[in-house]
């Protein structure tokens, strides 16, 4: 617990800041993993941020992200896969092993269908994602992300859709904010094993205002971080990265070279 | 499908009106059930609020809320199985067969340990409402809530806590904003037969804001209340109380002789 090798800082958590602008705060402050969101990218330009991305030494954890598989019509859901596809091609370009998968809620009222449509939506990928080395990463959303950016909501439900698949190309994410108050959250990251491709802390503030913006930084919140993390270690997950990733006002405006410390200091203490 | 006899109005759908004016514009528009609030019920005394009821000829489908077990000290967790006892006393002047049970959260990050304190509190309150013969009703609140107001969040963790007890004094609660997510939601209802004393509708908006006051009167929000109506009666609970439950700004504010009859109109048709 007592070094930042695995530290790596999701880009969310600097919302505010350009790709070059975190990369090089990483590099100040020795972090040496940067999770990129796809946004950002489309900011950057994917060629120049491979190479600010190299020429800080910093290496990518993960590539946020794929997904949003469900849609009304199969024209706009094949629409989705071939965005996909473009999203593993960015995951390659820039060395990271994995693509998160946030997998979109249904169009309408029919959450069982929008469900076949993520699974479906998969299986068009996986060849795909094969072909280029690169992991899908399924990620449980709260289920109060449901209606809107998730169906797949428990690690349960993520587990038993990656189990359909080749666990060298499909796994789990877990992220403690998603998934801390589940009463079966050590029973299903222990049945995760071997499927878990990233672990992501945060925390859970109180009280609840918008839950969208509601995650802390570690150690400000209910989250029992060090317990998840000790059964996500105990589940094969013992030398990859470890996200932070913090959507949260209060941090996006925090000079960088204030928050860089703050989280490095959090992570030790609390994760 | 084609009458009002199941519903009653939950009286937060009501929040800024008394007792007495929500118990009469059930009477003028001709909702059978109330629901009452015990911080209602302190405003109006209980035994006014039995006259009003029973002078305006409403029945009490429940009473919310007992609950809130779990607390930092043993001497706290026992003056909260005291309040219980007393939250029984007016379901039973009321003639309300249920009290609703908002378990409650941890008093610090340690959601197992409020779990423990939860199955504790039952156990103490179970003798003294059987002797009166009121029914618990353990309602699983959405995880938005798990860190505030209810460490059971999922139909199945509240329904493996109601077998440890007889189902005669202790069973489950649907409510839909609650568990309209969950992949397992029919599944659950369907092992929860014979346990189930209370279905609450209402509606899950789109986009989330506030995810406390973020309910919706049936039919604007994403919720499949008709699946999860027959489900529910497929279970057993084919007759009792259906409970329009809604804590929303905008409907606060809405003159209740406007309410009502909306609240009416999409029973009928979306419930």
């Known amino acids: 617990m007592d070094s930042i090798t695995r530290l790596s800082l999701n880009q969310i958590t600097t919302e505010r800041a350009s790709l070059g602008e975190t990369v090089d705060a990483c590099a100040r402050h020795g972090v040496p993993y940067v999770a990129v969101w796809r946004h950002k990218l489309a900011e950057t330009g994917v060629g120049r941020a491979v190479r600010l991305i190299r020429d800080a030494g910093i290496r990518v954890s993960s590539l946020c992200r794929g997904g949003m598989f469900p849609a009304a019509t199969a024209a706009e859901r094949a629409a989705r896969i071939e965005d996909n596809r473009r999203a593993v091609d960015d995951a390659a370009a820039l060395g990271a092993d994995v693509l998160i998968l946030v997998c979109g809620a249904a169009p309408d009222k029919d959450i069982a269908a929008a469900r076949r449509m993520v699974a479906d939506g ?105 317990a998840l993390r000790a059964a996500v270690e105990q589940a094969g997950y013992a030398a990859g990265p470890i996200e932070v990733e913090i959507m949260n006002e209060a941090v996006w405006n925090t000079p960088l070279d204030t928050l860089l410390p703050l989280i490095k200091e959090r992570y030790l203490a609390c994760v």
Chains 1, 2 share one sequence.
């Open 122 to 226: 998969i299986t068009e990928l996986v060849p795909y994602a094969q072909k280029r080395g690169i992991r899908l990463g399924i990620e449980p959303l709260h289920p109060a992300f449901a209606a809107e950016r998730s169906c797949i909501t428990t690690l349960r439900e993520a587990r038993c859709l990656a189990e359909r698949f080749d666990p060298a190309t499909v796994g789990i994410v877990a992220d403690v904010y998603h998934i801390w108050w589940d009463p079966e959250v050590f029973d299903e990251i222990a049945r995760a094993a071997g499927r878990l491709v990233g672990f992501h802390v945060s925390d859970w503030l109180v009280p609840v205002g918008n839950v969208l913006m509601n995650r802390g930084v570690m150690g400000d919140g209910v989250i029992e971080l060090r």
